[in-house]
């Protein structure tokens, strides 16, 4: 039987509910579940079995729970059993059988937690996958941080998982960064424009002024001399000249900042897909021609807008998906009138490309700005995949960094925001991490650089890393007085002296990380991790504390080996069980605080 207590617990009433119920059939109960309880006097665990499987027996839910009741307390696990109100079960679970999860975590190490629930399902993680048009910002650092901490759940969860980056290099934005470009280029070989000058020289005006492309324009001027500029560098030369060298040079050179800045963050995309890539190959054409010859796009002039009129609407014919028939409330332009595509047209295609490449699902972390797309791009993957691959969106609310009690409002060097590389060398990659997956990623958030160096409880980061470090400091002691520490000689230990509730309230916390796993992946929500370490350390912390009132509770006793040795496995368990939810999280986990 598996050592997940859950599941153990899990299988019991399966159990018990077909030998109650033998003529219902065993996927009637597919929705019974075990759970911890809210008060910790009503028992450990309850279960709801008895409502499921009140309507397929046609009996009373408070009738079944007698019937689970009576054959419950004889499972060896459980020490009581009872009704409680309109059809729960509430389970006391026995103290040896919740020790006994020490020696399944010490046996596990950080593999604990571990779930077969993905059954290897391909999901493709999307995320970040901002604009190559400057450093990376604080606003996508929240997006990395969830998205590949979601990827990491999934993988501990049992999916098969790739971490994608989808590179925006064609479009507007990426012409005004070549343009931007240009311009500290010709500064480069001295020929300085004003910028309000190249302002009006440029298509859309002289959008990126940051510092950050000064060193872009001098390895252009040192690569090329003056060739990219007109005879005589007397001004800009025409863009036939100069335009693809230059947007090909400074997508690369800001692509490659962005994987530094990611890999300084703690993130390393296994796929990096070009947007302009797919476009030159054809790809969005033949998406286009593969609607057309299923049916799926049409002429026609959409009604106008309510409200604020989106950037693809056109008061004159265009090509359109119909994208209500896959549940979106309009149908979609994919080709404008002039015959151009859209950039929906484009996302159609890199979406339709994650699907031939043989994925089961597919999963985009965007910034909240985007939530109006939701619809429209579900409807296109439904489309695509004839239904057969699903797309979630996770929206990343925005955040603010604050330090002093006010907004922090610039980087020197990107010249109107707040870079990731400047947060990470104000507090460290570790607290960066952990703090953005301190809410949920849909609620906005204030991060406060006072806050996330402050040495207090009201830090997580500090409290949770403190709780480790203070695991480590207890083995360190103990293996420099010669107690046994290694994980393979604490798990056959006998913990039978476990029996003050502050331990076993931490074992149950330890016992639940299984679980936790399983519903923070299915929910697509990582921040569980960190609030469950808080509680965790929470545990610890209180256990610690007790020992220094209660000497008997301390974990070092040389005149007590047995229960020396059960306390030490306890503190192994733990400082393994923290080290696993870090590993999801990203974080490294602290050997000592200093």
């Known amino acids: 039987m598996s050592d997940n207590i859950y599941a153990v617990l899990h299988a019991r009433i399966l159990a ?35 409502l499921v499987a009140a309507r397929p027996a046609r009996l009373p839910p408070p009738k079944i729970a007698a019937m689970l009741v009576d054959r419950l307390r004889a499972a060896p696990e459980i020490e009581a059993a009872e009704a409680a109100g309109p059809g729960f079960v509430n389970l006391r679970l026995r103290p040896d059988f919740l020790r006994g999860q020490l020696g399944a975590i010490l046996r596990a190490g950080e593999a604990y937690g571990a779930s077969g629930i993905g059954a290897g399902r391909r999901v493709n993680v999307e995320y970040v996958s901002a604009n190559p ?62 910028a309000e000058d190249f302002d009006r020289i440029a298509p859309g005006g002289l959008q990126y002024r940051g510092e950050y492309l000064i060193p872009v324009g001098q390895a252009l001027a040192e690569a090329h001399g003056t060739s990219l500029a007109t005879p005589g560098n007397d001004g800009p030369a025409d863009p036939s000249v100069w335009f693809d060298t230059v ?111 043989g994925f089961d699902h597919l999963i985009d972390i965007w910034g909240a700005d985007h939530g109006g797309y939701v619809s429209r791009m579900k409807a296109a993957v439904n489309a695509a995949s004839d239904g057969r691959v699903g797309l979630e969106i996770v929206l990343c609310q925005i955040v603010r960094v604050m330090k002093g009690g006010e ?47 402050a040495q207090t409880r009201e830090n997580p980061v500090f409290y949770v890393q403190y709780a480790h470090a203070r695991c480590r400091s207890v083995l360190r002691a103990a293996a420099e007085a010669g107690w046994p520490t290694a994980p393979a000689d604490l798990a056959a230990v006998d913990t039978a002296p476990l029996t003050d509730e502050a331990e076993l309230a931490l074992i149950r916390r330890l016992a639940g990380w299984p679980r936790l796993v399983e519903g923070a992946a299915l929910a697509r929500e990582p921040h569980r991790i960190a ?42 368990a733990t400082a393994t069980v923290i080290r696993s939810g870090l590993a999801v999280m990203g974080v490294t986990p602290v050997e000592e605080m200093r």
């Not at 990376?136 to 969860?157: E, F, Q, S, T, Y």
């Not at 989808?166 to 500290?184: E, F, M, P």
């Not at 607290?431 to 906005?444: G, I, N, P, W």
Request: glycine share 8%.
């Open 407 to 453: 907004v922090v409002r610039m980087s020197k060097r990107a010249g109107t925001f707040v870079t990731l590389r400047d947060l990470i060398e104000e507090v460290g990659a570790d607290a960066v991490r952990f703090t953005m997956l301190t809410r949920k990623s849909d609620a906005q958030f204030d991060f406060d650089l006072d806050a996330v160096v």
């Open 531 to 572: 609030f469950f370490l808080y509680d965790l350390a929470g545990d610890f912390h209180m256990l610690w504390n007790k020992g220094r009132e209660d000497a008997a509770l301390r974990f070092l006793q040389p005149a007590d080996r047995p229960g020396t040795l059960a306390r030490l496995a306890l503190v192994e």
């Open 247 to 357: 947007r090909g040079y400074t997508v690369d050179a800001m692509m490659a900042s962005i994987r530094e800045d990611l890999l300084a963050l703690g993130v390393a995309q296994e796929v990096f897909a070009s947007e302009r890539a797919l476009v030159e190959s054809g790809a969005v054409d033949r998406e286009i021609d593969a609607f057309a010859a299923r049916g799926l796009i049409y002429e026609g002039v959409l009604e106008p807008p309510k409200g604020k009129t989106p950037e693809d609407w056109e008061p004159r014919a265009q090509t359109l998906f119909r994208a209500t028939d896959f549940g979106d409330d309009v149908d979609r332009p994919l080709r404008k009138s002039d015959g151009s595509n859209t950039y929906f047209a484009n996302d159609i295609a890199y979406h339709a490309d994650k699907i031939s490449r």
């Open 133 to 194: 048009t400057g450093p990376m910002h604080v606003g996508h650092c929240r997006g990395a941080v969830v998205g590949d901490a979601l990827a990491n759940l999934l993988r501990k969860a049992g999916y098969a998982v790739t971490k994608e980056y989808y590179i925006n290099d064609a479009g507007a934005q990426v012409a005004a960064l070549a343009w931007a470009a240009y311009w500290r280029y010709l500064a480069a070989i001295g020929n300085e424009i004003p």
């Open 16 to 50: 018990a509910l077909a030998e109650a119920l033998p003529e219902v059939p065993a996927e009637a109960f597919a929705k019974a579940e075990v759970t911890p309880t809210k008060d910790p006097a009503h028992g450990d665990m309850a279960t709801n079995a008895a």
